[in-house]
């Protein structure tokens, strides 16, 4: 094969990539629309979003290593066709049972892609030029995951919900025929090794409730016998993990990795670079159309800055990391990534849509820095069953990212509402006693008020503390009360009266109540749309806080393993 072939493995396994991290949030945006057509519950709806990533992130590391010893290129397809059957599946759903179950197929095709693309992308390309496929793959995984919401919200208001998983079809297409022309299915290396068991359970049994107490940790409680009984299995399974890896003569994990301060920069950059990216992701598009009253479309428009900015500066980021190292390109990533953040505590329901770009952009050249560095620290000294290793715990610790930026900005987000919705009941009972109306009236207007507040907490407030054709009822019924009070034969002639009387009365008391439904819907409003921008308030100082992982780095360049390779590339291979 000729030798410029590596070029294109390198794209697709980019490709590869891209159809991966795209689906970790594709679906953010799109789920309202889904919980709706397949008419499932909140907690149904929540799974179809996790199963994905958690199924990835406890995966990822068993999948990589069984790949090594049956062949990673045939490996790769099988993943390529799990991928696509189960976007196929989760296409043709019609409900949120089978939805999540064609998640999973789709999320264990995931965790063999994504990090077999890296492993098989790198290997393709001589040594001295290994910064070349890690900075295109870093830019896919960086570009992809933040353009999901942007495509998901595309599809799902111009064509539905379904396509946002059809659309992956057409590109597994393309990916597998590429595979069959491109990769050594017939000259493979293989690893001739038995698998390491004990370390798959317990590398299952520690990953598996980490992520569960993750995803379910807030709706348990974090004290709660669920939570703690996941703390305590984890604990007991790393701990038991970690001796089985250290004897056995073919471990599912080289602890040997995390001796090497290159790799464990570099796993802690992505994992906090991730829960950073996430954290917006997840959460702005909800800022937007619930406060600022944008459509999906509008709000998916709005975020595709971050992926843009990645997209551009990726590039110059690896070429500035491969010129000076990864301590100053990190420096760079989170500083700007925190400056994102201020900007982001600072949002208000007035905010411009021009505001809403920049600190879009501000997030995505951070983030590029970011991606890039850890990309190429996780992987350019690796060769051989290192080099898998090191990709697989990436990978892992990537999703766990992402599992991390839910558990923390949705839960975090969660009991920020609630709060907010509490502080509105006590300022919207003072301001009901204050109202010169019945008391039972009062009563009443507080109780609707409570319900809002309850079921939903946005703008709905003034629309719902009563209505406009209960106005003649509410006259007639008061008229009748009065008359009845009055002598029969007074009654006819006092009628007319009675009635412009209780009808002014009553008017007054709608125009009292408008003006405290218009003030406590604003208070409301303003209240709890301050509880999306507190978050960030709050994470800005860990973010500006992440830039000493660069003395983890201290002041190493890029160091590539100029060593013969213990596995040849790819492409030599088949030479």
Same mark, same amino acid.
């Given at each position: 094969?000729?030798?410029? =072939? ?19 949030? @594709? ?11 397949? =008419? ?20 990822? @590391?068993?999948?990589?290593? +069984? ?8 490996? !790769? ?17 019609? $409900? ?14 995931? &965790? ?32 992809? *995951? ?22 992956? %079809? ?39 409730? *980490? ?32 001796? @089985? ?12 990795? +995390? ?40 709000? &998916?428009?709005?975020? *595709? ?21 990864? $301590?100053?390109?990190? @420096? ?8 994102? !953040? ?28 970011? %991606? $890039? ?92 503390? +009563? ?7 509410? /006259? ?56 999306? /921008? ?42």
């Amino acid at each position: 094969m000729p030798k410029n =072939n590596s070029m294109k493995i390198v794209l697709l396994m980019c490709l590869g990539t891209f159809i991966c991290m795209i689906d970790s949030t @594709i679906m953010n945006i799109t789920l309202p629309a889904i919980q709706a057509d397949l =008419n499932t519950s909140l907690e149904t709806s929540s799974w179809m979003l996790n199963v994905y990533t958690m199924t990835i992130a406890v995966l990822a @590391i068993p999948m990589a290593r +069984f790949a090594e010893m049956f062949g990673k290129s045939k490996f !790769y397809i099988v993943g390529i066709l799990l991928f696509g059957i189960g976007s196929l599946l989760c296409g043709f759903s019609t $409900s949120g049972t089978l939805l999540i179950e064609a998640r999973f197929l789709q999320s264990i095709g995931a &965790a063999i892609l994504i990090p077999l693309s890296m492993i098989i992308g790198v290997s393709s390309m001589p040594i001295d030029k290994r910064v070349i496929p890690l900075t295109l793959l870093g830019a896919s995984q960086g570009l992809s *995951t933040a353009l999901g919401p942007t495509v998901g919200g595309i599809i799902t208001e111009k064509i539905s919900w379904n396509w946002v998983f059809y659309v992956n %079809i057409p590109i597994c297409v393309i990916a597998l025929i590429g595979c069959l022309m491109l990769l050594p299915l017939k000259q493979e290396k293989r690893t001739k090794a038995k698998i390491d068991w004990l370390g798959l359970l317990f590398s299952i049994s520690t990953l598996f409730p *980490t992520n569960l107490v993750l995803i379910k940790g807030n709706a348990w409680g974090w004290a709660s016998d669920k939570s703690i009984s996941c703390y305590v299995i984890s604990i007991i399974s790393i701990i038991i993990f970690i001796l @089985i890896e250290k004897k056995v003569k073919n471990p599912m994990v080289n602890l040997k990795l +995390f001796k090497d301060r290159q790799f464990l920069g570099s796993v802690l950059i992505v994992t906090s670079g991730f829960v950073f990216l996430i954290g917006v992701m997840v959460l702005l598009p909800q800022f937007l159309t619930r406060f600022q009253g944008k459509s999906e479309l509008e709000a &998916a428009l709005l975020i *595709t800055p971050v992926s843009a900015s990645i997209f551009i500066f990726s590039q110059l980021a690896g070429l500035l990391v491969k010129k000076i190292g990864f $301590s100053i390109p990190v @420096i760079i990533g989170f500083s700007i990534m925190g400056v994102a !953040y201020y900007l982001l505590h600072n949002l208000s329901i007035e905010s411009k849509s021009m505001e809403i770009i920049v600190l879009c952009t501000m997030l995505g050249i951070g983030f590029s820095f970011i %991606i $890039s560095s850890a990309t190429i620290a996780s992987t350019s000294s690796f060769e051989g069953e290192l080099l898998t290793s090191s990709q697989s715990v990436f990978s892992m610790l990537r999703q766990v990212g992402v599992v991390l930026a839910v558990a923390i900005f949705v839960g975090g987000l969660t009991s920020k509402i609630d709060n907010s919705k509490e502080k509105v009941l006590h300022y919207a009972k003072k301001q009901v006693e204050q109202l010169d109306i019945q008391e039972s009236v009062k009563q009443k207007i507080f109780n609707q008020t409570k319900s809002v507040l309850q079921s939903d907490g946005k703008q709905s407030i003034k629309n719902q503390l +009563f209505s406009e054709n209960e106005h003649q009822k509410i /006259v007639e019924l008061n008229v009748k009360v009065i008359l009845d009070k009055m002598p029969v034969q007074k009654r006819e002639a006092a009628r007319e009266k009675v009635y412009e009387n209780v009808n002014q009365e009553v008017i007054r008391q709608e125009t009292e109540i408008q003006k405290y439904s218009n003030n406590i819907s604003s208070y409301s409003i303003s209240t709890i749309s301050s509880s999306f /921008v507190s978050l960030y308030k709050m994470s800005m100082p860990f973010v500006f806080l992440c830039t000493l992982i660069a003395i983890v780095f201290r002041k190493e360049k890029v160091r590539i393993n100029t060593k013969k390779s213990m596995e040849k590339p790819i492409v030599k291979e088949l030479i």
